[in-house]
């Protein structure tokens, strides 16, 4: 348990590492292709670069914040939180206007947020609780992986109803191979 929890930290602080590395890159690239539109558009070379930094930080803490707060209070939520999420797709589905040709966003007054970026992030925690849980039934197609499918195709469903097909298929497929990698058998993912 003691060896598990350090190479978990280790997992972490590299995850971490990595992901502030590609924050560091992007924030290249953005002031890369975004100088000459932002001096011509703002009268200032740092403009889109500027609003792109304040993001980085933003996400930088989200980072920190999420990172110190303790899975097993991610496990108790799980549940509730995929309830919730699934409600605000379907609100979403039936009273969201269309932009475009698509109903994505739900306006709340104070901000407007897109319930199928929350519902990705729940069902990606939702499914590793569920494979905690289920660990040992994972291989039986009834009792164990019919469970995560129902999930899986409920929230993608949803999220293509909207239509958002891309973002369905990306979840879909990202479920399937935690799915998979927690022990699924492959015939029953086919």
Same mark, same amino acid.
Request: no cysteine.
């Given at each position: 348990?003691?060896?598990?929890?350090?190479?978990?930290?280790?997992?972490?602080?590299?995850?971490?590492?990595?992901?502030?590395?590609?924050?560091?890159?992007?924030?290249?690239?953005?002031?890369?292709?975004?100088?000459?539109?932002?001096?011509?558009?703002?009268?200032?070379?740092?403009?889109?670069?500027?609003?792109?930094?304040?993001?980085?930080?933003?996400?930088?803490?989200?980072?920190?914040?999420?990172?110190?707060?303790?899975?097993?209070?991610?496990?108790?939520?799980?549940?509730?939180?995929?309830?919730?999420?699934?409600?605000?797709?379907?609100?979403?589905?039936?009273?969201?206007?269309?932009?475009?040709?698509?109903?994505?966003?739900?306006?709340? /007054?104070? @901000?407007?947020? #897109? !319930?199928?970026?929350?519902?990705?992030?729940? *069902? %990606?925690?939702?499914?590793? +609780? &569920?494979?905690?849980?289920?660990?040992?039934?994972?291989?039986?197609?009834?009792?164990?992986?019919?469970?995560?499918?129902?999930?899986?195709?409920?929230?993608? /469903?949803? @999220?293509?109803? #909207? !239509?958002?097909?891309?973002?369905?298929?990306? *979840? %879909?497929?990202?479920?399937? +191979? &935690?799915?998979?990698?927690?022990?699924?058998?492959?015939?029953?993912?086919?």
């Amino acid at each position: 348990r003691r060896g598990q929890q350090t190479i978990m930290k280790k997992l972490g602080l590299t995850i971490f590492f990595d992901t502030f590395a590609l924050m560091l890159l992007g924030l290249t690239i953005v002031m890369s292709a975004s100088s000459t539109y932002s001096v011509f558009k703002f009268d200032s070379v740092f403009y889109l670069f500027n609003s792109h930094l304040f993001k980085v930080v933003l996400g930088i803490g989200a980072i920190v914040l999420f990172a110190v707060i303790p899975y097993e209070y991610y496990k108790r939520l799980s549940k509730p939180v995929m309830i919730i999420t699934t409600l605000l797709l379907v609100v979403t589905l039936l009273f969201s206007p269309d932009i475009k040709g698509a109903g994505r966003w739900l306006n709340l /007054g104070i @901000i407007s947020i #897109q !319930p199928a970026d929350m519902a990705k992030l729940a *069902l %990606i925690i939702h499914i590793a +609780v &569920l494979l905690e849980a289920k660990a040992n039934v994972i291989d039986n197609y009834r009792d164990g992986f019919l469970y995560f499918f129902i999930w899986i195709i409920v929230i993608s /469903g949803l @999220i293509m109803l #909207q !239509p958002n097909i891309s973002s369905g298929i990306m *979840l %879909i497929f990202i479920s399937l +191979v &935690l799915v998979y990698a927690g022990g699924a058998k492959l015939k029953h993912i086919l």
